[in-house]
């Protein structure tokens, strides 16, 4: 049976885990994410995931409801065993481009759900590039 929970091991906790993720990467991207990925600096083969959405993006209520729907689709649809580490980072204009934030977030779950596939097939690729 499939674990759909999202633990510690699961996620980037650490500065120094970041930091792996800021050199040498590769990179998928749409209008409003960016996914750095690169294989596991732990060497395992769970896929790990870190969040960075900026005060740009709103007050901290939309924030954390970014976050949590991230952390919803990855947990759900997210490439469990490819043994990569992701970076998410937000673009500060994800909100500002809708006028609802309903709008705003089915187009983070439709984006993510898009660049989650694309790195699961793709993933040998220097820079990926989505059109949505």
Do not use: H, W
């Not at 901290?60 to 043994?83: C, D, Y």
């Not at 089915?106 to 220097?126: A, Q, T, V």
Request: charged share 30%; glycine share 4%.
């Amino acid at each position: 049976m499939t674990s759909f929970s999202y633990g510690k091991n699961l996620r980037l906790l650490s500065a120094s885990d970041f930091q792996y993720l800021r050199n040498e990467n590769s990179i998928v991207k749409s209008k409003c994410l960016r996914i750095y990925f690169k294989p596991s600096r732990l060497d395992q083969k769970e896929t790990r995931i870190g969040l960075s959405v900026s005060k740009k993006v709103g007050p901290a209520v939309t924030r954390n409801r970014t976050k949590r729907i991230l952390k919803e689709v990855f947990r759900l649809e997210g490439p469990r065993e490819l043994g990569l580490d992701l970076m998410v980072v937000v673009s500060p204009f994800l909100y500002r481009n809708f006028e609802k934030a309903e709008d705003a977030e089915n187009s983070l779950r439709g984006s993510f759900k898009k660049l989650l596939k694309e790195i699961s097939s793709k993933n040998d690729r220097k820079v990926i590039y989505s059109t949505n």
